[in-house]
Structure formats: C-alpha cells, structure tokens
C-alpha cells in the first residue's frame, strides 16, 4: 500500500470517528443528529447491491468433522467462487466463517454472479459424499449503504441487514433470495425471474426467491 493511501484512509477513519463523536456529544438535540447523519451519509454514502453467501449444513459438518474440515471447506469454497465474483466485477469486502460479503456496482451483474456460484457448486458436488460438498445460500439486496474505508472496507445499512438475514437464515441450499428494493428494481433477464415467498422478519417486507435455469 502506497504512502497516499494510507494517509487516505487514515484521514477517510479519522472523519468518521470525529463525526461519530460529535454526534455522541448530542444525544438529546435530534436536529443536530440529523445534520451530522446526512454528513456521514455524504461522505460515506454510496449504491451498491449486496450478495450475502453462507454454506448449508456448515455448522452441523463442523461439529461432526472437527475444525480442520470446518477450514477446509470454507479455503475451498473460496476458491471456488472468487474467480467468478471477480468475472462478474464483484468486490469480495470480507469474509466471516462460512460467509461472503460482496458489493456490485451492477445488479445485473450480481445476480448472474449468485446464479453461476451456484452452477458452479453443482459441477462441484457430483459423485461427492454429502459431508464433502459445498452447497450454497445466497441472499441479494440492493439500495444505499455506508462503505466505510480502512485496511480492510466495512459495509453498513439496511440493505446489508436484509441481505445477510436471507442469506444467512432464510435461504435453503441451492436457492437465491432477494429483498423487496432489489425485486422493485429488478433488471429484465432472459429465462430468469421472481418469485414472491413470504415476509421478512427483521422488516415485516416481502421478500423474493430468483428463478433460473
């Protein structure tokens, strides 16, 4: 990393954290939150849609196999699907146990990203033993969220919340879900479409399964 950026991204924190302790300093003056809210939101503000990933019957593996197959599958699935995420013009913002955070400027391109990891997770598993195979929950939201800059980016917003629950808790292997904002905003793709499900829970908002070949 060069000097510039990290007097960048040093600069980029030091704002953040003072902006953070200006309004901390303010609790009980609801107007002047909301003027140090839409600073934040100016500086640190941008539209991206969200793919949340998480494996299927991690958990259950890892207590049966012990944490060195638990390693393991997450160093294979990684390997898996970063080069697609980088062939669909994703940025992998970071990893927690099991699951992919990504960003995509396109939703376009997210979702053919989503689809074709999960194509690729079946050519995967054919002839695997279950305990071996690597099967994927993705969850897709879509809207504005806060990227925070640093050694290692961070994302916020209710989109990244919404993303996460369906990929993380709603999803069952094999399935793509969306979230109301990027199902409004869904782009028109050949042999691919929407499903409505049911509500989120966190949000009370419809949610939507991707149907596709």
């Not at 638990?70 to 697609?84: A, C, D, G, M």
Request: proline residues 3%; contains cysteine.
């Amino acid at each position: 990393m060069s000097y510039l950026d990290e007097v960048l991204i040093n600069l980029s924190n030091s704002r953040l954290e003072l902006l953070l302790s200006e309004r901390l300093n303010c609790k009980n003056e609801p107007e002047k939150q909301k003027v140090i809210d839409q600073r934040i939101w100016d500086l640190f503000g941008e539209e991206w849609c969200v793919l949340f990933t998480d494996l299927s019957g991690f958990s259950k593996h890892a207590d049966q196999f012990g944490i060195i197959h638990f390693i393991q599958t997450i160093k294979e699935s990684e390997k898996l699907y970063s080069p697609v995420v980088k062939n669909h013009d994703g940025f992998v913002v970071k990893t927690d146990g099991d699951s992919l955070i990504t960003i995509f400027r396109s939703s376009r391109k997210a979702i053919k990203c989503a689809i074709e990891m999960q194509h690729v997770s079946i050519d995967y598993n054919k002839g695997l033993p279950s305990e071996e195979q690597i099967i994927l929950c993705c969850g897709l939201g879509w809207g504005k969220i806060l990227r925070v800059p640093g050694y290692t980016s961070d994302i916020f917003g209710e989109e990244v919340n919404f993303s996460a629950k369906l990929g993380e808790d709603t999803a069952k292997g094999g399935e793509i879900l969306v979230t109301e904002a990027l199902a409004q905003n869904f782009p028109e793709m050949e042999s691919i479409y929407l499903e409505e499900v049911a509500l989120l829970s966190n949000n009370n908002k419809p949610y939507y399964k991707v149907v596709y070949e």
